[in-house]
């Protein structure tokens, strides 16, 4: 009896399958049924027609909306309404003063298009209402005075490999919030793969208006948030201009601190760069504050004022803060703390400063010491008081395979090998090797003679991998990682779709190992590469891979 309700089941959804449709939009004069051979020519045709597990292919071309794309009915868990570009190398430019997307049903993907908000005055994308489940994936999000994505009361929503930029409101000298991301009273939040930049708010902000209902587990992993110089004048904003107050900030309401409520918020392998001083006072990469859990690995944060702005109880709680495997330098302060903030761990970490640099600013209060602990990490020359623990060591250019690079890992001898302690919560390194109880290393990495001075190594033999570079698309660099498993002669070098060489960016010999490179979009001359695609050629002996980055201007 049950194999036969069980085959039951398998050929009910296995007829859901067969039965969803396919429909086209086009940019086209006349409106058709939404099949591939006569397309509808505007989206709500196309979601009115499409039902759950049903898929909306959106071609090539560029479409001016005159009101936003709104989603009409709910999917569900194994059969989605997707709205998804044709040609995910040829994506539809979707363009409206404004609102672009309205999203109020569950179950809703969106994947692949190009969304401009020619500096409307509205959020570019809303979720409201039932939007629980949405996935965003794949598109560009970009030119508001208000925010890319807004959201709010929904959950388990998904954004992903999504590039949001120049969301800007007021001006230099009168700024106003435009965030990249921002959302309130969510519940099982993933922000994955993204770049988020130009906006004149945060990348990602949590419960702006500290409202309800109360928002919990948040996870942002594998992005780059950053600011920098306007390229051009945008918004009443003016090219040299950085925009920006903070990578990531945290609130919640009030009146749940006295419950003791306490969101979690996950920040893994993020890189933030380029809040410096100016524009608001104390900016920072990461803004932690209120009565939040925040746990902090893998990140690297550099060029800002601030890179932990790490705050203790004003009257709405006091947060609560673990930092791990993590690298910051070139930062006016790594660490400020205020108004003794009551839980802070550092864990094998790695900071180096310029000499007018501070590793830590503490004020009104600075940290607990009875909540503060810090253990196996790195600091450039002499370490601060902060860094007591006999764990956490001075370290000098002699330590890494090249600080001026701002690679710290580990040489052959550094002091670091072996002299720090076992720590329950830290299992891996920056890199994700594992660390051996009994012989941590200190700081950000454990050492591996494949990233250190050393021929020596245990790879699996021809293993020889060009990684996807990320950020992809980028602006203004972007990191092209191989592994090799020889010595071997290795170059690493760009060219355009013309097939002209427009730099060579490595070429030297290398040890076996894993290997990061930076292109910062620019050719053998130092002057700046145009928007669009180019391709990347990695050579080791006779061995060649060749991968495809866009840099967006």
Not at 73 to 78: L, P, S
Not at 88 to 98: C, K, M, Q, T, V
Not at 508 to 536: C, E, F, H, K
Request: charged share 20%; with cysteine; net charge negative.
């Amino acid at each position: 009896m049950l194999n036969r309700f069980l085959k039951i089941i398998c050929l009910l959804s296995l007829s859901a399958s067969i039965l969803a449709t396919d429909y086209y939009v086009d940019d086209v004069a006349s409106n058709g049924n939404g099949s591939f051979e006569s397309p509808f020519n505007n989206f709500p045709s196309a979601l009115n027609a499409a039902q759950p597990g049903d898929v909306i292919y959106v071609m090539p071309g560029t479409y001016q909306l005159s009101a936003a794309i709104s989603t009409v009915r709910d999917g569900a868990a194994n059969q989605r309404i997707t709205l998804r570009a044709y040609d995910p190398a040829d994506r539809p430019y979707i363009s409206a003063l404004g609102r672009l997307l309205s999203i109020s049903h569950a179950y809703t993907t969106i994947d692949g298009l190009i969304l401009d908000g020619q500096f409307g005055d509205s959020d570019a994308v809303r979720l409201r209402g039932n939007a629980d489940y949405a996935i965003i994936r794949n598109c560009e999000i970009k030119n508001g005075t208000r925010d890319g994505i807004d959201m709010d009361a929904v959950d388990n929503v998904l954004i992903e490999n999504c590039e949001i930029h120049h969301f800007l409101a007021g001006t230099y000298n009168n700024q106003r919030d435009a965030h990249g991301i921002v959302a309130t009273g969510e519940q099982n939040l993933t922000i994955r793969g993204c770049n988020i930049y130009y906006v004149s708010g945060d990348c990602f902000q949590t419960d702006p208006n500290r409202g309800y209902p109360l928002w919990d587990n948040v996870l942002i992993e594998d992005s780059q948030l950053w600011t920098g110089p306007l390229p051009e004048d945008a918004a009443g904003w003016f090219a040299g201009e950085i925009p920006g107050e903070n990578a990531v900030d945290t609130k919640i309401s009030p009146d749940e601190v006295q419950n003791g409520y306490r969101p979690l918020i996950v920040l893994r392998n993020i890189v933030a760069y380029g809040f410096e001083p100016g524009y608001i006072g104390n900016r920072a990469a990461f803004n932690i504050k209120e009565q939040v859990e925040c746990r902090i690995s893998g990140v690297k944060v550099y060029n800002n004022e601030i890179a932990f702005r790490l705050r203790g109880d004003t009257g709405r709680g006091s947060a609560n803060v673990t930092i791990i495997n993590s690298i910051a330098f070139n930062n006016v302060k790594i660490f400020r703390t205020e108004d003794g903030i009551e839980l802070l761990h550092i864990y094998n970490s790695t900071f180096d400063k310029r000499s007018s640099d501070q590793y830590f600013q503490n004020v009104s209060g600075g940290y607990d010491p009875n909540g503060f602990e810090m253990l196996n990490s790195l600091f450039m020359g002499n370490k601060p008081s902060d860094a007591a623990d006999p764990s956490n060591l001075s370290a000098d250019p002699g330590f890494f395979v090249n600080s001026a690079g701002h690679d710290y890992h580990l040489v052959n001898g550094s002091p670091a090998i072996d002299a720090g302690v076992d720590i329950a919560e830290v299992t891996t390194d920056y890199d994700g090797n594992p660390r051996t109880p009994g012989s941590y290393d200190v700081g950000a990495f454990e050492y591996d003679s494949a990233t250190g001075i050393d021929d020596a190594g245990e790879f699996t033999p021809d293993e020889f991998i060009l990684y996807p570079a990320f950020p992809n698309p980028f602006n203004p660099s972007t990191n092209l990682e191989f592994k090799i498993s020889k010595a071997e002669l290795v170059t690493l070098q760009v060219y355009d779709l013309s097939g002209r060489e427009l730099k060579t960016v490595l070429h030297r010999r290398l040890a076996p190992g894993n290997y990061t490179v930076q292109w910062d979009g620019r050719d053998s001359r130092g002057r700046p590469g145009s928007s669009g695609t180019y391709l990347i050629r990695l050579r080791a002996g006779n061995q060649q891979k060749t991968a495809k980055v866009t840099l967006i201007r």
